[in-house]
């Protein structure tokens, strides 16, 4: 392990038992901070995920002048200051790993009539902000990239911004919620149409805000000129934390894991589609809604998998879950492949290089595209692996590291506390071998 960094060793132990709840969604959690702190009125957060990056972006509108309470964990009290009420920041607005908070963010900020910098770390520094910057332009925005339209943002005041169409070419939720975040600010109808369709969260919660937003799979489009009205927010379980549990259950043998109340927003589900083509065993119980928002427990047990050629239709429905599928992919009998998925390049990682990699070290071979990879299933070995500060790639490892025949040593774990604070704990209790090793 390198000085200073934090790091798993992790060996499979015992088949995985029990019932967990993952906590709060990633992306629900930044946009119901937004959406409060520019509502008139007090709205009231559950199931907030008291992760880095939700945090970060809760302390940014802090900094912008908005009074957030946390009456217990996993809770918030949200004085919004309306759409005009935010109050400028002298020192910069720290995103942290957050690509979610900087792009949605350069979209609300490039609305308000004072001067803002967003900066980010390591990681984000390293991300592409162009596909925001580049639009918000055309709406009248004044943004200063870093080089090659890196961070950090330097966002000047507004003096009005214009509606537009916009036809992206990439399938991604933060460009289309940070066009229509601006939209609020701007004259006339902003229209976003994508590639595929990608989660809708922001359109939901404008519209639960009482924001009139017209939205199906593909397009959302909203005029300016209205206002928020303060709403509570539930936010469910993430999908994408739960993925981790999801593979695991299915990889080791002689599982059986119920995880509650997940959040099943079928724009965040396409996982579940691709492990049940593999042959997964999840079964989806006491379908239910929660703030909004489609909720299920769901009960997997072990079941071998096969290879598959992964849909690409399915490639935006499951963004965030490669890291748990390339592993699923390494346990699985034959080959899968994965096309159609660039954006992986540019996650917290480059997610196809860093994963297949790490297989790589575990005696998986793999086969890298510009677009995907080749994944032909096998038998895990013990290894030493790096997350590259990458979360979702240091789960993905330790769910790896389950079926694997001797000891994963997983490098550069800190930031699996952006999005899965206490995944270790929660992890062990429910029959990993996982141990924390400081350097
Ligand atoms: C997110 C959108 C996705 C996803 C990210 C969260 C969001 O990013 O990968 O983890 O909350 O809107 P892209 O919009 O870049 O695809």
Known sequence: MQQGQQGWIAIRDRPLRGELTVPGDKSVSHRAIMLASLADGVSRIEGFLEGEDARATEAIF????????????????????????????????????AGTAMRLLSGLLAGQRFDSVLVGDAS???????????????????????????????????????????????????????LLLAGLYANGETVVREPQPTRDYSERMLAAFGWPVAFSPGIARLSGGHRLRATDVAVPADFSSAAFFLVAATVVAGSELRLRRVGMNPRRTGLLHVLRAMGADIVEENAGEQGGEPVADLRVRSAPLRGIAVPREHVADMIDEFPALFVAAACAEGT??????????????????????????????????????????????GGVVGSHGDHRVAMAFAVAAQCATDAVTINDVANVATSFPGFDALARGAGFGLEVAES
């Open 336 to 381: 899968t492949t994965v096309r159609g998925a660039a954006e992986l390049r540019v996650k917290e990682s480059d997610r196809i290089a860093t994963v297949a990699t790490g297989l790589r070290a575990l005696g998986i071979r793999v086969d890298e595209t510009p677009d995907g990879a080749t994944i032909h299933g096998g038998r895990l070995r």
């Open 124 to 178: 984000l520094s390293k991300r592409p902000m162009r596909r925001v910057t580049g639009p918000l332009a055309r709406m009248g925005a004044c943004i200063e990239t870093g080089p090659d339209g890196r961070p950090p943002l330097r966002i000047h005041a507004s003096n009005g911004l214009q509606s537009i169409e916009f036809e992206s070419e990439v399938a991604s939720a933060q460009v289309k919620s940070a």
């Open 62 to 97: 802090r900094q912008l002048g908005v009074r957030i309470e946390t009456p217990e964990p996993g809770a918030r009290i949200v004085h919004g200051v309306g759409l005009d009420g935010l109050r400028p920041s002298v020192q910069p607005l720290d995103c942290g790993n």
